[in-house]
């Protein structure tokens, strides 16, 4: 007998292919997020990293960080100085000019990380606050189990009722 070796969900049933599991989703998106905004602050704060050569580098690069900024802004309170900071110098425009771009694009940089780092120390305690609110979905057999029981209360209350 061969056993498949598709992937399984937690609920047993095989998981459409290039798909993973419900239940590991979590944790890869959090841990491919973080990872790619380190990558990306790294582009632009590591030594060994060039500076970008052209007006289009810096705009994609800033595209990046902003993006980064959005997706780190929903894991931490309004309120946190530290996504303010990253928040307002992400609605500023990149600067004309060689020198002033890629400045901007350093601070950008810096308040990204910072930020990523905030998001290490308060994001846990938000992810489990909205874990905490998802609602509860019930599974389609219990879903019609529901509906047949109710159509035989209705079934029994009519069938109970005297005709005139």
């Known amino acids: 007998m061969r056993l498949s070796?598709?992937?399984r969900q937690a609920d047993g049933q095989r998981a459409a292919p290039g798909r993973k599991a419900r239940v590991t989703d979590?944790?890869?998106?959090?841990?491919d997020q973080a990872t790619a905004t380190a990558e990306t602050v790294a582009l632009v704060l590591d030594e060994e990293s060039p500076l970008p050569e052209t007006?289009?580098?810096?705009e994609d690069l800033a595209r990046r960080?902003?993006?980064?900024?959005?997706?780190?802004?929903?894991?931490v309170p309004?309120?946190?100085?530290?996504l303010r900071h990253a928040q307002q110098l992400g609605s500023a425009g990149v600067p004309d000019g060689y020198v002033p771009s890629r400045v901007y694009l350093v601070q950008l940089a810096k308040a990204t990380r910072e930020l990523a780092?905030?998001?290490?120390?308060c994001g846990s305690?938000?992810?489990?606050?909205q874990r905490g609110r998802c609602r509860w979905t019930p599974r389609i057999n219990v879903l019609r189990g529901t509906v047949f029981a109710l159509a035989l209360a209705c079934l029994v209350l009519a069938a109970s009722v005297p005709r005139t």
């Open 65 to 75: 960080l902003r993006g980064h900024i959005d997706q780190l802004g929903v894991m």
């Open 26 to 31: 979590e944790p890869v998106r959090r841990r």
């Open 78 to 82: 309004n309120e946190e100085p530290a």
């Open 55 to 58: 007006a289009a580098d810096v």
């Open 5 to 7: 070796l598709a992937p």
């Open 125 to 129: 305690h938000r992810a489990k606050q």
């Open 117 to 121: 780092a905030t998001v290490g120390t």
